[in-house]
Structure formats: structure tokens, C-alpha cells
Nanobody
């Protein structure tokens, strides 16, 4: 089973930067490893639905962002380290949320943007942006 563990959340002032990380371990039921998974970041603010933030395909060569974070956030992955990162710049109070890492088994090297297409989830890390 694949386990995902996020880290790096915290409190930052508006306009600041933060990088959250997600470490993966284990294999899928069919024996696939991290490098075979599409990865994504989602977030959920109090009283709101979980929303897609950013996604990256298996190789790291294709990324997709939500309009709300485009040009401020950068997703990247290191398949040698079994890790995916989310660099967040120019943070705003509305970015405050619990950030979740997710991994999805894909037959093609695509980016997955819908939560129900992800197979594995981390426990989340809190990011709080003060005004």
C-alpha cells in the first residue's frame, strides 16, 4: 500500500512563501511505485469543499494549476526521492487551508485534476496565512 505523508505547513504572513512536501512510501497492489503515480495537491478550508490546487504527471513534465494559484504556486516531483513538493509564493489569507497530497494510478502519463480519480491520500498539513 502507498503511504503519503505531508510536511512543511505552518503560519506565514501574507505575501510570504512556504514549501510543503509529501513523502511517499510503499507500492500499489499491483507493485507500482511512486514514479508510476500521478500526483496532486488539494486543499480544504473550513466550511468549504476540498479543491484541486495543482497536479503533475508521472514524469514531472506536465503540470496543471487551478486558476486561483496559477503563477504563484509551483508543483514539482523528485522520483529518485519519492517526493512531491508545492512551492507557494505570494501567499494570501484565502490560501489558508489544510493541504493534502494525493497519488493516482494512471495508465497514461496524464495529470489528474479530480479528487475521485486519486487512489491515495495523505493526512494533510495546515497552512495558515495571516493578513
Amino acid at each position: 500500500q502507498v503511504q503519503l505523508v505531508e510536511s512543511g505547513g505552518g503560519l506565514v504572513q501574507a505575501g510570504g512563501s512556504l514549501r510543503v512536501s509529501c513523502a511517499a512510501s510503499g507500492r500499489t497492489a499491483s507493485g507500482r511505485t511512486f514514479s508510476n503515480l500521478a500526483m496532486g495537491w488539494f486543499r480544504q478550508a473550513p466550511g468549504k469543499a476540498r479543491e484541486f490546487v495543482a497536479g503533475v504527471n508521472r514524469s514531472g513534465g506536465w503540470t496543471v494549476y487551478s486558476d486561483s494559484v496559477k503563477e504563484r504556486f509551483t508543483i514539482s516531483r523528485d522520483n529518485a526521492k519519492n517526493a512531491v513538493y508545492l512551492q507557494m509564493n505570494s501567499l494570501k489569507p484565502e490560501d489558508t487551508a489544510v493541504y493534502y497530497c494525493a497519488g493516482g494510478i494512471t495508465t497514461l502519463a496524464i495529470v489528474v485534476t479530480r479528487a475521485n480519480e486519486y487512489d491515495y491520500w495523505g493526512q494533510g498539513t495546515q497552512v495558515t496565512v495571516s493578513s
